[in-house]
């Protein structure tokens, strides 16, 4: 899994391995610090010798110099290092992404890649630029202090040493114990969010019902379930500072009696016991070692866990990185659609493979260049699910779908989609402007092939009235405009392409019945040689169709026109009676 | 380290995400990660107010407060004890030992003395963290609980003027700053006060000039730290609104990742996003970097301290320069400057430790602030007096009733006396105005009125006014001019829970609860019983689909409901406003994204409930309103046409166009 991602390290490795490097400068800087302060007191003020003072002062400053050196070039190359990192993995998932189909995005779901490339990837990020701060940090602190201490007196390194194992011990039990819970705590937290979730968003249900005290007194349970939660965990957690203090105290105490032993030989400031010579300096400066020891097993511990709450994230960011697209450009492909006739033969079709059920059934149809097809059945009936095999959004699981009598998986997937226009039932703007908006279509359209696609598709009055035209700021989202004027800039957008054919796939739904009549009319006459497909709920949409396709279940039940559907078919004619009853707007 | 003062160029994503209300929520939310507390900390400054009110939350446990102030006072104290016990060693032992005066078993008794007070000090410690886990989360807790309480008495209003990300985020980001505040900022202030005191005392014991020099030295590095700070916090800004653009062109993008897709814009979209990306690379590799550099300059700033502290202490011994302490004047010895040394270094350290601290304390002080704020949001206001209760009726005499008896009656005090006026669910209103802010009035001289069992039926546009009229007859907002009358009795003056309780809603945003299908329909009536429930849902027409969940009734939803079709979301919330049995509902009917035949299941359910009840409903398919008693419709907050449906068709206005699909509805 770390290799996956350090894969994405890329350029900014070589800042990676120099901050290590230089963090390795700086601790050996740091180490002798101590030690030379040792001998400044050691030497200098026992003896009250200035010059030796001040020389010795002058080394402490070029060490300070030299270390604070190392320390600001790691910080400059550990946060390249770190957002270097981040950009490069961020970069890498997208670029993965627009490779995905359908049904990659289907499998992992817009909200959970979203979280991907955001929150992951800050996750991730603040765990590396800590572990190449940290990670060689700590260690090498651990292991000078340990070298220093060893050098001071072996003794006391046998006391440190034997100090670490006991405080790993510690945190591994304590860690063990308290993870649990905080995964609990984080499971109720979401709930606890749920809750707020709910009442903000449902407040009208909230006050309609006039259930203020009974969601206070469930939020108040809630909130009591976390609290004990977190003071067990945080109980426990407790008993890491008193251990660390108390091995700390232990080590000193330890160390002070053995120093003292040491150095209580001949005279009052150095001894010599079997060979080794310690002054009070070096068991002040032994002291300090045994701290950073210490310190530096507090970071390890960081780093860590840091590691660990950050694996699920991590975990994730692979998930992408390593997803193989369901559908790849085929070698050798075709680079040109010959008409806009469309095939299906034998078509059955699941969205996975474990999936119960096909959602398409033998599906065989036969539609011809240029002819307009109308497509009707109700919710979950895989209207949806027929056209999106056209341009090759999904691959069919058995039998074949052709455009212009050569199979789909045969094309090139950029030549297939520019001659397949489709309008999704989820139509969506983004924020720009509508004249960049509509060239998504086709990056090079000029001014008058844009007025032309919205002459078509009924939008060009209503741009024409708004303060910018064709400027007017899209908002996110294109809130700023109404559900019709969405669809019909859609529908514009999807024109520009100059399809062989095109799928609108109940793409004028907020669109009144008179305007939708006109988008019609002027597909008839304007593009007669372009195939059209449109998914509808309203019969008037599809009534005057060449052919119209009924679907059930993921079958298609009948094809035909109109009269001959109203003639044999009772589904159709079932809709059909609801609207026309219903009044919806078309019985007239 | 200068810093960029021009405008930096922006890219095209930050150009169409950068400054958008979206990307603000991103952050809010937190999905930018910790950055984002850096950039809130720009330009805020210390609110004694705020800090006064978390401060009260501490004082709710006195006794907890109180054993950690003393526990922390021991540790204080025995880590002077440790930081001084090296030099008592040497000094009153070990040279002693070396002069032969003094023993080993002496140096045991005093390491084990020592050994004592040390686990003292551990003692306390553990004390104080486990008793303290309690006040950190029992203030969580209140702070939480306290929120919620309040936000559940906040107006409608509220809810529509505030951005449900920031609402939000009180509970999330704003509560865990505080959280932070509380468990580790303060108790490391007090400590770090405590044991600066000390120090200060101390040193100034050993040498005043000494002291100064410290002092100058600090305010030096004071200086300096200032400086990376402010340009890491610019850098944070500059990192975060490049950050929020980022997010919100990712958010938007792969939202509509299908539609890039369809369309083959997958290369200009990577071009745009690697645009984007690398800009942002620049800001926060600058941000990190600055953050990173505090660290090693403080730590090494320290050192040279202690040089310049050695160097000059033994310049001062040596040329015999006349010590000052505040005790009098003293010679200054070498011993003394070494312990000074060491003292100075704890002093540095500490004050350190506070300036860190004190950012910390800005950013909660800002979350802090956030979370007041919405405690010190008025409450709806509820002045009325009037009351619902059960009531019987005898020789045309009302009376209340203690015992459920399924009718109601409104209790008014006239004067003295008290009225009861039978619940019937006649509604009016007359020359009624309102805007949601005064400027803008949105609803004009409105004039209606429903009898009991009557059906009215609002049409038009999206704007046009519809649901503003519903949300005024159940006071989630006040008009500005007019009256509104139930049963003849002014809404104003109705208590508004028993003012809602009278009505029922039914809303086209469905709003269900996590729990299960039985607890969600029982929302409306708490105490109904099984088959209360079971009825609810028949009269609704869910039944049916409910009996073939695996689970039936006991199928858990979460609040997005998002293992159910909306259609049957719809029915669910049709069951639970049936269980209310209300004598007036509203209903806004939101059917566009059902198909026909699940909306006709949705229409019977919607009928039934209507039956002998006032209803005020708001149509989108014409198809439902034919059958009403009246029918109004809007235009720009205006009634421009109203009748029955046989006398709209026959006056071939609006409605009539509406209704022969010759305008958009939507």
Redesign the interface.
């Known amino acids: 899994m770390i290799r996956t991602l350090l894969k994405s390290l890329r350029e900014y490795g070589k800042s990676a391995v120099l901050t290590m490097l230089v963090m390795t400068g700086?601790v050996l800087m740091e180490t002798l610090?101590p030690y030379t302060?040792a001998q400044?007191?050691d030497q200098?003020?026992?003896e009250?010798n200035?010059p030796f003072?001040?020389k010795t002062?002058l080394v402490?400053?070029l060490?300070?110099?030299v270390?604070?050196a190392?320390?600001?070039l790691?910080?400059?190359l550990?946060?390249?290092a770190?957002?270097?990192f981040?950009?490069n993995l961020?970069?890498d998932m997208?670029?993965r992404?627009?490779?995905?189909?359908?049904a990659n995005?289907d499998r992992f779901s817009?909200s959970s890649?979203?979280?991907r490339?955001?929150?992951d990837v800050?996750?991730v990020q603040?765990a590396f630029?800590m572990s190449i701060?940290m990670a060689v940090r700590t260690p090498m602190t651990l292991i000078f202090s340990i070298v220093m201490t060893t050098f001071i007196s072996w003794k006391f390194a046998v006391v440190t040493a034997l100090a670490v194992p006991v405080l790993i011990t510690a945190f591994v039990i304590l860690g063990r114990k308290v993870f649990p819970i905080f995964m609990r705590v984080f499971k109720k937290y979401d709930?606890?969010?749920?809750?707020?979730?709910?009442?903000?968003?449902?407040?009208?249900?909230?006050?309609?019902?006039?259930?203020?005290?009974?969601?206070?007194d469930k939020?108040?349970k809630t909130?009591?379930e976390?609290?004990s939660d977190?003071?067990t965990a945080?109980?426990i957690?407790?008993?890491l500072?008193?251990v660390m203090?108390?091995t700390s105290?232990?080590m000193?105490?330890a160390i002070?009696?053995i120093g003292?032993?040491l150095?209580?030989?001949?005279?009052?400031t150095t001894v010599s016991i079997m060979g080794e010579t310690v002054t009070?300096g070096l068991?002040?400066s032994a002291?300090s070692y045994t701290m950073q020891i210490l310190m530096s097993c507090m970071g390890l511990s960081m780093v860590v866990i840091m590691i660990i709450m950050s694996r699920e994230s991590m975990r994730r960011i692979c998930e992408i990185l390593k997803e193989e697209p369901a559908i790849r450009n085929p070698e050798d492909p075709v680079m040109e659609v010959a008409d806009g006739s469309i095939t299906f033969k034998d078509v059955n079709f699941r969205y996975s493979e474990s999936a119960e059920r096909n959602s398409l059934e033998d599906v065989d149809l036969e539609i011809p260049s240029g002819a307009t097809v109308g497509i009707i059945g109700?919710?979950g009936s895989s209207k949806t699910t027929l056209v999106q095999l056209i341009?090759r959004?999904y691959d069919v699981s058995e039998g074949q779908v052709s455009v212009g009598h050569v199979d789909v998986r045969a094309y090139d997937?950029?030549t297939l989609?520019?001659a397949v226009?489709?309008v999704?039932q989820?139509?969506?703007l983004?924020?720009?402007t509508i004249r960049e908006n509509l060239r998504?279509?086709n990056?090079h359209a000029t001014d008058e092939e844009i007025r032309e696609a919205c002459r078509l598709a009924a939008c060009d009055e209503f741009i024409a009235n708004m303060p910018d035209g064709y400027d007017t700021f899209i908002?996110?989202?294109g809130s700023n405009v109404?559900?019709?004027q969405r669809q019909r800039l859609c529908i514009a957008?999807a024109l520009l392409?100059k399809p062989k054919v095109l799928i609108l796939d109940d793409s004028t739904?907020?669109?009144?019945?008179?305007?939708d009549a006109r988008i019609r009319k002027s597909f008839r006459e304007v593009i007669p040689e372009t195939t059209k497909l449109i998914i509808a709920?309203r019969i008037?949409s599809v009534r005057e169709a060449d052919m119209i396709i009924v679907m059930d279940n993921g079958r298609v039940i009948d094809v035909g026109d109109h009269d001959a559907l109203m003639g044999r078919c009772a589904v159709y004619r079932?809709?059909y009676d609801?609207?026309v009853?219903?009044?919806?707007?078309?019985a007239? | 380290m200068r810093h960029e003062q021009s405008e930096p160029v922006l890219t095209s994503v930050e150009r169409?995400?950068g400054s958008?209300e979206?990307s603000k929520e991103?952050q809010r939310r937190?999905?930018?990660?910790?950055?984002a507390r850096g950039m809130r900390m720009a330009g805020q400054k210390l609110d004694v107010g705020v800090l006064k009110r978390a401060v009260a939350y501490l004082f709710r446990y006195k006794a907890r407060c109180a054993l950690a102030v003393v526990c922390m006072l021991v540790n204080a104290g025995v880590s002077v004890v440790?930081a001084r016990?090296?030099g008592t060693?040497?000094d009153d032992?070990?040279?002693p030992?070396?002069?032969g005066a003094v023993d080993?078993p002496v140096?045991?008794s005093y390491?084990l003395r020592?050994?004592a007070v040390?686990?003292v000090?551990?003692?306390a410690?553990?004390i104080n963290?486990?008793s303290f886990?309690?006040v950190?989360?029992?203030i969580?807790?209140d702070i939480?609980?306290d929120m919620?309480?309040h936000?559940?008495?906040l107006p409608?209003r509220y809810?529509d003027s505030n951005t449900?990300g920031d609402?939000?985020s009180h509970?999330?980001n704003d509560t865990d700053t505080l959280r932070q505040l509380i468990s580790q900022t303060i108790p490391n202030m007090f400590s770090a006060a405590v044991s600066m005191t000390a120090t200060l005392v101390t040193m100034l014991l050993t040498s005043v000039w000494l002291t100064l020099f410290v002092i100058v030295f600090i305010v030096l590095m004071t200086m300096v730290t200032t400086r990376i700070g402010g340009a890491s916090g610019r850098y944070f800004v500059a990192q975060q609104r490049k950050l929020g653009a980022?997010?919100?062109f990712?958010?938007?993008?792969?939202?509509?990742?299908?539609?890039?897709?369809?369309?083959?814009?997958?290369e200009?979209?990577?071009e745009e996003?690697?645009e984007a990306?690398?800009s942002?690379?620049g800001a926060?590799?600058?941000?990190?970097?600055f953050?990173?550099?505090m660290?090693?300059?403080m730590?090494?700033?320290g050192?040279?301290q202690?040089?310049?502290i050695?160097?000059l202490g033994?310049?001062f011994?040596?040329l015999g320069l006349q010590n000052l302490t505040i005790t009098g004047i003293a010679a200054l010895t070498?011993g003394n400057?070494?312990a000074f040394?060491q003292l100075s270094r704890n002093f540095t350290q500490t004050v350190n430790n506070i300036a860190q601290q004190m950012s910390a304390i800005v950013m909660a002080m800002a979350g802090a602030k956030r979370v007041f704020d919405l405690m010190d949001e008025a409450p709806e206001v509820n002045e009325g007096a009037v009351t619902l209760v059960n009531s019987t009726e005898e020789d045309g005499v009302i009376r209340e009733s203690e015992a459920r008896t399924g009718t109601w009656a409104w209790k008014v005090r006239i004067g003295g006396e008290t009225v009861y006026i039978p619940l019937k669910g006649d509604v009016r209103m007359s020359h009624v105005d309102f805007g949601y802010v005064p400027e803008k009035e949105v609803l004009h001289d409105i004039t209606l009125y429903a009898e009991p069992g009557q059906k009215v039926a609002f049409v038009g546009a999206?704007g046009a006014g519809k649901t503003t009229i519903t949300n005024l007859i159940?006071r989630?907002y006040d008009i500005q001019n007019g009256d509104i009358t139930y049963d003849g009795i002014p809404v104003r003056d109705i208590r508004?829970?028993d003012l809602?309780?009278s009505?029922?809603?039914v809303?086209q945003?469905v709003?269900?609860?996590?729990g299960t299908i039985r607890e969600n329909i029982r929302?409306?009536k708490?105490e109904a019983t099984d088959e209360e429930v079971e009825a609810a849902a028949k009269l609704a027409n869910a039944h049916d689909f409910i009996t073939r969940l695996p689970e039936g009734y006991d199928t858990v939803i979460?609040?997005s409901g998002s293992s159910l079709?909306q259609g049957q979301r719809q029915l669910i919330s049709i069951a639970?406003a049936a269980i209310?049995d209300p004598p007036v509902m509203i209903l806004d009917e939101a059917t566009?994204s059902?198909?026909?035949?699940?909306e006709?299941i949705v229409q019977r359910g919607m009928d039934s409930l209507m039956e002998g009840r006032t209803v005020f409903v708001i149509a989108h398919?014409?198809?439902t309103v034919?059958n009403a008693d009246v029918i109004m419709v809007l235009e720009h907050g205006t009634i421009i046409e109203r009748g029955t449906h046989d006398q709209l068709i026959a006056a071939k206005g609006k409605y009539y166009r509406l209704?022969?699909?010759?305008?958009?509805?939507?």
Do not use: C
């Open positions: 700086e610090i302060m400044l007191i200098g003020f026992a009250g200035l003072i001040v002062g402490l400053v060490y300070a110099l270390s604070m190392f320390g600001s790691g910080s400059l550990g946060a390249r770190g957002t270097g981040a950009k961020r970069g997208y670029h992404i627009q490779a995905f189909s359908f995005i817009t890649i979203i979280t490339l955001t929150t800050t996750n603040n630029t701060r709930r606890l969010n749920a809750d707020v979730q709910e009442n903000v968003r449902g407040i009208r249900v909230v006050k309609s019902f006039v259930r203020e005290t009974y969601e206070e939020f108040r909130s009591g976390i609290y977190f003071v945080e109980r957690m407790a008993w500072n008193p203090m108390g105290y232990i000193m105490l002070a009696f003292a032993y150095i209580v030989g001949k005279d009052a009070t068991l002040n002291l109700s919710t341009p959004l997937l950029k989609r520019d226009s489709m999704l989820k139509n969506l983004f924020a720009g998504w279509g990056e908002e996110q989202g109404s559900g019709g957008r392409k739904s907020a669109v009144d019945t008179a305007t709920q008037a079932e809709v609801s609207q009853k219903g009044g919806d707007g078309d007239a | 169409r995400y958008s979206h991103l937190g999905a930018v990660g910790r950055g440790a016990f090296i060693l040497i032992y070990i040279a030992m070396a002069a080993v140096l045991l390491i020592l050994a040390f686990a000090g551990v003692a410690m553990f963290s486990r886990a309690k950190t989360q029992g969580l807790r939480r609980n919620f309480a936000m559940e008495t409608v809810f449900f609402i939000m509970y999330t980022l997010n919100g990712i958010e938007e993008m792969i939202n509509g990742q299908k539609v890039v897709k369809v369309f083959n814009h997958e200009k979209a990577m996003f690697d990306n690398e942002l690379f926060a590799r600058k941000a990190n970097a953050g990173a550099l660290g090693p300059i730590n090494n700033m050192h040279l202690y040089v310049l050695a160097v033994a310049m011994v040596s070498l400057v070494v040394l999206t159940n989630f508004k829970e809602r309780r009505l029922g809603m809303l945003d709003n269900l609860f996590s929302y409306g708490l979460d609040g079709s639970r209310a566009s059902i198909d026909t035949r699940t006709a398919r014409l198809s034919r209704y022969t699909g010759a305008f958009e509805l939507e």
